[in-house]
């Protein structure tokens, strides 16, 4: 999912979840000494407050660290072709000098000449991006599905793809950009053919499962996500796969491919259960994490989550997945590197959740931030 999407949340109309009621909130609104201003106390009483507009601000006195470049460069494992001119890549290439971004990889999701144009657009930074092609899912649910889909996939990677993604499957059916097959998951027989070329032509692919947990649980003022969850709910959803189902899919792909390399987005989405995502990791050896836009997700529990990453470390690999400004690149060095407290960034990432840096020391973040990336990307040579 891309998570720009979510800097849309504010407008949402369906997300109206009022604070509760308090006796000492209201009696607030009618205090006479505020009789002045009454009419606009009004309009911010906490009564009227909604979720989807909470933008605390933290009360604390404590370190705030700027982090403008990151400690080591990067290979960022999970970006898309965001910028579409000429002038925007070379704007994008420039804050990446300025950051510390040394190569982004480009998820097209996109195959034929969709595909071919956007590397030729992104041609002039042969250092800097790498481009990965799509699937061609057309007649998926026809017979004889198969060789034109990985002809297709042979063209790409002469056309200049080093590897395959985004390809998503969020319970209902794979998708590769505009390309659909509703009701055919990873582990189904027809892709064999697909993940085993991947395999043989030396592409990692980008695999994106299931969604944040909070999509498929109740609406309702338990859920934890629930300024975010409205919009991509997927609790109301019949015949969808489950999160857990998803993950359960992805391990039967992965067992029965094992000379193809994947990569899970965001943490698979287990970025609320990181043991089982840890365990996932043990028994698949041709298996990486990426941590993309899943940064507030794990920023609320910083010690089991650099933990994780502690024990994970040769297995996990940076990723951004939300555009190419500065200011996107600098809140994750903040997270990954700073000890800092309790901050909110409502605007990137639209909780009410308060963050927290993780402190990684130099060995973890020199390999999440650029070796796995690196050996993964070097093993693929034919
Ligand atoms: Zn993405």
């Not at 909604?50 to 080591?72: C, G, H, M, N």
């Not at 034109?148 to 390809?167: D, F, N, P």
């Not at 505009?178 to 980008?206: T, Y």
């Not at 934890?224 to 359960?248: H, T």
Request: hydrophobic share 40%; proline share 5%.
């Amino acid at each position: 999912m891309n998570r720009r999407s979510f800097l849309k949340w504010a407008n949402l109309a369906g997300l109206a979840v009022g604070m509760p009621a308090t006796s000492a909130f209201g009696a607030a609104v009618d205090d006479p000494k505020s009789a002045t201003a009454s009419s606009t106390k009004k309009a911010a009483s906490p009564e009227t407050i909604l979720l989807k507009d909470y933008r605390p601000k933290s009360i604390y006195k404590i370190p705030v660290t700027e982090i403008p470049k990151a400690k080591f460069p990067i290979i960022d494992m999970h970006s898309h072709p965001y910028a579409k001119t000429a002038s925007e890549i070379d704007q994008w290439v420039a804050t990446m000098d300025e950051v510390g971004v040394a190569k982004t990889m480009i998820l097209t999701m996109a195959t034929g000449a969709e595909f071919d144009g956007i590397q030729r657009k992104y041609s002039k930074y042969p250092e800097r991006f790498e481009l990965w092609c799509g699937f061609d899912f057309a007649g998926y649910d026809k017979p004889g599905f198969g060789p034109a889909a990985v002809k297709e996939l042979e063209r790409c990677r002469q056309a200049g793809a080093r590897g395959v993604g985004e390809i998503h499957d969020k319970g209902k059916g794979l998708r590769s950009g505009k390309s659909n097959a509703p009701g055919m998951h990873p582990d189904d027989p027809r892709m064999e053919a697909l993940w085993e070329k991947c395999g043989e032509l030396g592409m990692p692919v980008s695999l994106h499962v299931a969604d944040p947990i909070w999509m498929y649980q109740k609406m309702d003022k338990y859920n934890d996500g629930l300024m975010n969850a409205y919009e991509w709910r997927l609790d109301n959803q019949p015949g969808i796969v489950d999160l857990s189902g998803m993950v359960d899919i992805f391990e039967h792909t992965l067992a029965r491919h094992r000379n193809t390399t994947f990569v899970a987005c965001h943490f698979m989405n287990l970025d609320y259960d990181l043991a089982r995502l840890g365990e996932v990791l043990e028994r698949n050896p041709n298996l990486y994490a990426d941590i993309s836009a899943r940064y507030a997700e794990t920023g609320p529990i910083p010690r089991f989550a650099s933990q994780f990453y502690a024990k994970h470390a040769d297995r996990l690999v940076y990723g951004t997945d939300m555009g190419f400004d500065k200011s996107m690149y600098q809140v994750r060095f903040r997270i990954l590197e700073s000890l800092d407290e309790h901050f909110y960034e409502n605007e990137q990432f639209g909780y009410h959740w308060a963050l927290n840096g993780f402190g990684l020391d130099d060995t973890i973040l020199q390999e999440v931030y650029h070796d796995n990336a690196a050996k993964l990307l070097a093993a693929r040579k034919t």
